[in-house]
């Protein structure tokens, strides 16, 4: 594995009969980087995260992720991913502790580390009053940032997150980078995917994904003068029109 | 072996964190045992008949006065006419008719040949049937009375000494309860394993476990151990009532029908992850595990005897995991027979849970 890449994908591609949905896309994502995952509705987004996690077969092509195959070596694979899916990644008739615990016993952790890290998560998120509470009383936007620590609950090497800030409001939002920002700083690589155009301004590097193919992949700077264009929602009308 | 136990312990929470749940695991189930024994009571009573009686005459009163003694009719008219017998039963109000025609009196006394007539309504046709036999048998008692009155000789015939071995008191609730227990036990087993990963599924958190490193078995068993645990409370509980308030004897092995009961459940079990795994809704799920059990119900023995199914339907049987426990389950409780009576039911259902859970492992897919 190279050291300093978390994902090396190959011309990976995904048919559901006639219909390419991912479409021969390369790329890599650095180590520690927050990788956006750029596109419109139906662009394949959603179908190239699932081969990345482990949970669709590819077509053709190849792809590592955390030095594992994605077809072969599933299983150590998951091990050092993490993903958080749009929504209902929590069971809403168990309480913050009760996920956590579940989660964290099923992806091996101690006892111990367990009750650590829920009491750290707890102060991190401030939300130390709703701790015994059931999932489905908390806020949205408390529970999108729950999610995400339940995410990375076991430090994976890179987390996945599915349009993670779809619904909530815009200072939630920007608490929920924070927590992306700390990931990062914590050694944590973040492949993120949005819909939000100033949030893909806060990524290290933007990929766009038109129609299955991957028509664009660069810092926003590259993109913004590549693409001579003020902002990201320009790049996004021109390259998906 | 961990993964399992935050499995199971999850599985615990929320099963007992729903509301409805403790009262569907718990007071359905008995209330059911308890109703459905005393109802499901195929032995015929209370027959409603009806005498058309043109002889009228001191004999045929003694006749009617023993029938309206029996405990199994009950007498509801007599009259000349036969029209007024048959409105009665266009009406759904007499079962059986009986006629006593003119000179009946005069031939038996006079040692002649007599015929008596039974009309019966045999839309039930067993019932139509039974309603006959005790009819007949009161006539025959009723002969041999009235013949041994006058010192008259009854041609002696072939007398039949009859026991009832396993039931001497015929108590019908001793055949029905433990069958009706299998029936919850496997109703409750299927239904809460069948709805179980395809609310997962429903409710999105499939996914999540799917991107963890959880190994198929693993969440196969760590489901199935709570529902297995559950099922043997239920079962437990079950039997009490049967033992307790049904006076149902047990003659056999306790640990014997728990041993098979263990591997029952684990066979329901299987199926029912078998059914959440092909299913993409709790509705789809439901209608399969419903299907199923109606099916299995039918097929059983349990209301009417496998042997008398036509052929066909027999051997259909043989796939029928209800059938062989409730055969075991009346084997042991009421004739006590021990493991070697019982050892093709055994070696059936375990060599089938062994199929179906491994169908439901293979089948549960983490990849699509």
Redesign the interface.
Known sequence: MTDDKVIIAKDLTKKFGDFTAVDHITFDVKRGEIFGFLGANGAGKTTAM?ML?????STSGEAKVAGFDINTE???L??H?G?M?Q????????TFK?NI???G????LSKEDIERKTGEMLERLGLQHIENTLIKEIPLGWKQKIAFSVAILHHPQIVFLDEPTSGVDPITRRQFWNLIYEAAEDGITVFVTTHYMDEAEYCDRISMMVQGKMQALGSLKELLTKYQSKDMDEVFIKLAR | M??I???V??EF??IF??KMMKPILFIMPVVQLAVLSYTADFTVKDIRIFVQDQDISPLSKQLINKVSASDNFTLLGVSYSYEEGINEVEKNKIDVILTIPEHFSRNFNSQRKTALFITADAINSSKAGISINYLQNIIRDFQVEQAEKKGIQVKPGIEVITRNWYNPDLDYKFFMVPGILVLLVTMIALFLSGMNIVKEKE???I?????????KYQFIIGKLLPFLIIGLVEFTVGLLIALYWFKVPFLGSIPLIYMFTFVYLILILGMGMFISTITETQQQALFLAWFFSIVFILMSGLFTPVESMPDWAQKLTYLNPIKYYIEVIRLVMLKGSSFSSIKVNFLVIVLSAIFINMAAIRNYK???
């Open positions: 699932k996690t482990g949970i669709l077969s599933r299983n150590e998951k091990k991913i993903y899916s929504k209902f990644s929590l069971y809403e008739d168990l009760e615990k579940f989660y016993g099923i992806y091996g | 961990r993964r136990l935050y499995i312990e999850k929470k929320q964190r729903d409710i999105g958190t996914e999540q476990l799917n991107v963890t490193p959880i190994m983490k990849t699509a």
